[in-house]
């Protein structure tokens, strides 16, 4: 009987990080420290202005740093390390057409392949990541499913991805529910972008964040506007079916709620909900209009 859900991610990338600095150099970075062997950790590289430029789940398997990032963005990645290396003795590789990522849920158990396999770092719920070469066959003890059979899982319990939920170089770790999904370390050193976002954090002005949405029918396609009574409060994000996540200003979504007015996107009645691993609610008044 299979234990779980396995599901190769096509869309994945590897961007692999070796060398005697590669800890150092990382950490002065990202916006999470990198994990201990047979660990992982969620993080994103930023702008100087504090803004997302690639989010991705880094692995360490004993020997180097293996990032879990969208294959679109992988050379990209690559080459934005190699920018900030200078003198740092550590080697830059895109492994993306040699490494495969694969995600598995509804197990406990962790999936039994030919390469490391975690839980994954953001929600236990999530399950588990894993690496192994391109072409090696899916764990025996799993039930083998879909890349969309694994969104549906990660729709249902409203975390967002990057390159499909929010745009990089548009979005800060906070708007992107980062700062809820251990994404970010508030009590590190200095990194690239740190300012801005500890000043979110520490005046609380974040405003943009993603929720769950659900529809009596099935859910318009991403970036498409939810608007109150015409009034736009946010965009979709991924939907499956008639579950999805959104990117809404909590403010004005609050006064609409608290106003009894709809919610729609493209002629769809939308109802929204808070995760319930989130730590954040809606806000106690409305602010003015900016």
């Given at each position: 009987m299979a234990q779980g859900?396995?599901?190769?991610?096509?869309?994945?990338?590897?961007?692999?990080?070796?060398?005697?600095?590669?800890?150092?150099?990382?950490?002065?970075?990202?916006?999470?420290?990198?994990?201990?062997?047979?660990?992982?950790?969620?993080?994103?590289?930023?702008?100087?202005?504090?803004?997302?430029?690639?989010?991705?789940?880094?692995?360490?398997?004993?020997?180097?740093?293996?990032?879990?990032?969208?294959?679109?963005?992988?050379?990209?990645?690559?080459?934005?390390?190699?920018?900030?290396r200078l003198r740092a003795k550590v080697e830059v590789a895109d492994l993306s057409e040699e490494r495969n990522l694969l995600a598995a849920w509804d197990s406990e158990t962790a999936p039994r392949v030919d390469g490391p396999a975690v839980r994954d770092p953001r929600l236990p719920a999530l399950g588990w990541r894993a690496i192994v070469p391109a072409g090696a066959d899916m764990a025996p003890d799993y039930e083998e499913a879909s890349e969309a059979g694994y969104d549906a899982h990660r729709i249902a319990l409203g975390i967002p991805e990057g390159g499909i939920d929010f745009a990089y170089g548009d979005t800060f770790p906070h708007d992107a529910d980062m700062d809820q999904l251990g994404g970010v370390d508030f009590r590190k050193g200095c990194y690239v972008g740190q300012e801005v976002v500890s000043r979110m954090e520490h005046r609380g002005t974040a405003r943009?964040?993603?929720?769950?949405?659900?529809?009596?029918?099935?859910?318009?396609?991403?970036?498409?506007?939810?608007?109150?009574?015409?009034?736009?409060?946010?965009?979709?994000?991924?939907?499956?079916?008639?579950?999805?996540?959104?990117?809404?200003?909590?403010?004005?979504?609050?006064?609409?709620?608290?106003?009894?007015?709809?919610?729609?996107?493209?002629?769809?009645?939308?109802?929204?909900?808070?995760?319930?691993?989130?730590?954040?609610?809606?806000?106690?008044?409305?602010?003015?209009?900016?």
């Open positions: 859900k396995i599901a190769e991610l096509a869309r994945r990338g590897v961007v692999a990080v070796s060398g005697p600095d590669a800890e150092t150099f990382l950490n002065n970075l990202v916006t999470s420290d990198v994990p201990a062997a047979g660990a992982a950790a969620y993080g994103a590289l930023l702008s100087p202005q504090g803004k997302i430029l690639f989010d991705f789940i880094a692995f360490n398997d004993g020997t180097r740093f293996l990032f879990d990032l969208p294959r679109a963005n992988a050379a990209d990645f690559a080459k934005r390390l190699g920018f900030y943009r964040r993603f929720v769950q949405v659900s529809g009596l029918t099935s859910l318009p396609p991403a970036s498409t506007a939810i608007s109150a009574a015409g009034r736009p409060i946010g965009a979709m994000g991924s939907s499956s079916g008639a579950a999805g996540i959104a990117e809404i200003r909590l403010d004005r979504a609050k006064e609409a709620l608290d106003g009894g007015v709809p919610l729609s996107a493209d002629g769809v009645a939308l109802s929204l909900a808070i995760p319930p691993w989130a730590r954040f609610g809606w806000p106690a008044t409305v602010t003015a209009d900016d």
